[in-house]
T-cell receptor, first 110, second 115 residues
Framework: EDQVTQSPEALRLQEGESSSLNCSYTVSGLRGLFWYRQDPGKGPEFLFTLYSAGEEKEKERLKATLTKKESFLHITAPKPEDSATYLC???????????FGPGTRLSVLP | DGGITQSPKYLFRKEGQNVTLSCEQNLNHDAMYWYRQDPGQGLRLIYYSQIVNDFQKGDIAEGYSVSREKKESFPLTVTSAQKNPTAFYLCASTPTGYSSYNEQFFGPGTRLTVL
């Protein structure tokens, strides 16, 4: 059975304090790993797609990396507006089976 | 502007009632999905549809029903058979149903509360 876990469950950072969020997955055949940002009471907002081990993508203060078993979302010098829940998901069947992790709730304090 | 709309934003249901949640997209996407989100849990797939007039059950389809009569619309009915329907419901779409590497685009969600 495909599984996605995320750690930590919650993370509190001071503004400017860099850190990383982890997404570990077990799937039969990875077709894509996705990162989303979700603000309270809203739908998830797409951030990145990673397709193969070794791949990296960046957007502003965020950088996503992928290995064969896990993905990291690195946050460099975060700001309070980066506070949100970050969701990881995998697709192992060409859009017919997205599996989401429970998310990491990030709080960045000024 | 292209996007996915869900209505209503908040919905209250009495026990024993069926309610229908609306999801419309103008992105010309083929595939559409319904998820349920509960606190502390990941999104769980209820139903998905790769093309018009075709849909498949997800992991938690019991107590729910859908239809896909038009490409842009994928309504979800929460029936009285769903024992614990209070949750945040999210609709999503992807450009093509059977190709790889498709990120999902999400609507703003509907929060359903059973009174």
């Amino acid at each position: 059975e495909d599984q996605v876990t995320q750690s930590p469950e919650a993370l509190r950072l001071q503004e400017g304090e860099s850190s990383s969020l982890n997404c570990s997955y077990t799937v039969s055949g990875l077709r894509g790993l996705f990162w989303y940002r979700q603000d309270p009471g809203k739908g998830p907002e797409f951030l990145f797609t990673l397709y193969s081990a070794g791949e990296e993508k960046e957007k502003e203060r965020l950088k996503a990396t992928l290995t064969k078993k896990e993905s990291f979302l690195h946050i460099t010098a975060p700001k309070p507006e980066d506070s949100a829940t970050y969701l990881c998901a995998v697709d192992d069947n060409y859009g017919q089976n997205f599996v989401f992790g429970p998310g990491t709730r990030l709080s960045v304090l000024p | 502007d292209g996007g996915i709309t869900q209505s209503p934003k908040y919905l209250f249901r009495k026990e024993g009632q069926n309610v229908t949640l609306s999801c419309e997209q103008n992105l010309n996407h083929d595939a559409m999905y319904w998820y349920r989100q509960d606190p502390g849990q990941g999104l769980r797939l209820i139903y998905y549809s790769q093309i018009v007039n075709d849909f498949q059950k997800g992991d938690i389809a019991e107590g729910y029903s859908v239809s896909r009569e038009k490409k842009e619309s994928f309504p979800l009915t929460v029936t009285s058979a769903q024992k614990n329907p209070t949750a945040f419901y999210l609709c999503a779409s992807t450009p093509t149903g059977y190709s790889s590497y498709n990120e999902q685009f999400f609507g703003p969600g509907t929060r359903l509360t059973v009174l």
